[in-house]
């Protein structure tokens, strides 16, 4: 079975560009999330899916961050137009719906705004 | 809200020591979860142990184990006979039981460093 998998697997961008992250959760987890770690710092949610619905999206930090999930299935997250403060790593992580405990983790996407 | 507070960022051990790593948590909730996570080199996050708050024992796997003190809110790992490839970053995290949203809240970390 495939696991969570994200790409880029690294992005480097200019201030004010946009750049989209994708993740591909493991099939049959309705459950995805996001999450965020600047450097040094801890791993901060951003937002949850169930199926293409938000549940929970209180982490976002700001409306340069969209995130979708078509179809209930891969999810995307776009930052536009990026500031420097946006570096950092994004994972993606996803559960099945109504099995509290693990999220399992894709490798994360570094990326890095100059 | 939930915090997670991680005091030692860096740590050593020598291969087949044991090795502890700490976390503390702030929490109201009565029903609730806590990880620990291991990210090695590659990057890859995965769960290592995890302990219900409901429960008294102390959950282990194989030579992980956790010493949960819920009146302290101390949820420390233990790494016995520790190999090279424990070598990574270890996350400590909190979730909630119970809510609309089963979203972690994670420490900040602690890099191990597994020596030969």
């Known amino acids: 079975e495939a696991g969570v998998t994200q790409f880029p697997s690294h992005s480097v961008i200019e201030k004010g560009q946009t750049v989209t992250l994708r993740c591909d959760p493991i099939s049959g987890h309705d459950n995805l999330y996001w999450y965020r770690r600047v450097m040094g710092k801890e791993i901060k949610f951003l937002l949850h899916?169930?199926?293409?619905?938000?549940?929970?999206e209180s982490g976002m930090p700001n409306n340069r961050f969209l995130a979708e999930r078509t179809g209930g299935t891969y999810s995307t997250l776009k930052v536009q137009p990026a500031e420097l403060e946006d570096s950092g790593v994004y994972f993606c992580a996803s559960s099945q719906v109504g099995v509290w405990g693990e999220q399992y983790f894709g490798p994360g996407t570094r990326l890095t705004v100059t | 809200a939930q915090t997670v507070t991680q005091s030692q960022p860096e740590m050593s051990v020598q291969e087949a020591e044991t090795v502890t790593l700490s976390c503390t948590y702030d929490?109201?909730?009565?029903?609730?979860?806590l990880f620990w996570y291991k990210q090695p080199p590659s990057r890859q996050m995965i769960l290592v142990i995890r302990q219900e708050a409901y429960k008294q024992q102390n959950a282990t796997e194989n030579r992980f184990s956790v010493n949960f003190q819920k009146a302290a809110k101390s949820f420390s790992l233990k790494i016995s006979d520790s190999q090279l490839g424990d070598t990574a970053m270890y996350f400590c995290a909190f979730m909630k039981v119970g809510g609309a949203t089963n979203k972690l809240i994670f420490g900040t970390g602690t890099l191990l460093a597994v020596q030969p």
């Open positions: 899916f169930v199926k293409e619905s938000k549940q929970d």
């Open positions: 929490t109201s909730e009565n029903n609730y979860y």
